[in-house]
């Protein structure tokens, strides 16, 4: 008895699915931002940024060469203490130049986050607004976890609507990679 209720059920629940008109969309959200021309500002700006903390790094770097250069070239001639200085010395600079690394890696991934979190917002948006016009139910996010299946006949395509609400030329095409 408790067996037939339930498949009264399901198969109510299925037949109300079905008389909803349930209406399916998928986008690539990292598609349509790297179409977004907010994205190349970012990445420009991100681009000097990071040449800037490439050129302190290099500059670091050559100083430290140019010491224990130095270093390797006099060892022989100076006292005890002098080799304990100059080697602390090169220590130190070795610990700079790893935490200025470090610092600098961390610095780059926030302000790509920084820069990236409105534009992903913007994009969201559009995406909603067209899934509400549309009246669709579900919008599957196909870039990250693609789906195993999806009709396509069945599942809007809201990339040429989102790429036309955002002012993205129709006619462009996405990087080959996201940076």
Do not use: C
């Not at 629940?13 to 349509?32: M, P, R, V």
């Not at 409105?118 to 607004?129: H, M, N, Q, V």
């Not at 599942?155 to 030329?169: M, Y």
């Amino acid at each position: 008895m408790k067996k037939l209720a339930l498949v009264l059920l399901l198969a109510s629940f299925a037949l109300s699915l079905s008389a909803q008109n349930i209406k399916f969309g998928h986008i690539n959200t990292q598609e349509l931002v790297s179409l977004m021309s907010e994205r190349d500002s970012a990445v420009k700006q991100l681009q000097a940024y990071q040449k800037d903390l490439m050129e302190e790094m290099e500059s670091m770097q050559t100083e430290f060469n140019n010491k224990y250069n130095t270093y390797m070239q006099k060892q022989a001639t100076w006292t005890d203490a002098i080799k304990q200085s100059k080697e602390s010395e090169l220590q130190e600079m070795s610990q700079r130049i790893q935490q200025f690394q470090q610092t600098a890696q961390q610095d780059l991934a926030q302000l790509e986050q920084n820069l990236l979190a409105p534009i992903f917002e913007k994009a969201k948006g559009a995406i909603a607004k067209i899934a509400k016009e549309k009246g669709l139910s579900y919008v599957f996010e196909i870039s990250a976890n693609p789906l195993a299946y999806y009709n396509e006949a069945q599942s809007l395509d809201l990339l040429p609507l989102a790429k036309a609400a955002l002012g993205v030329p129709a006619e462009k095409v996405a990087p080959a990679q996201i940076q």
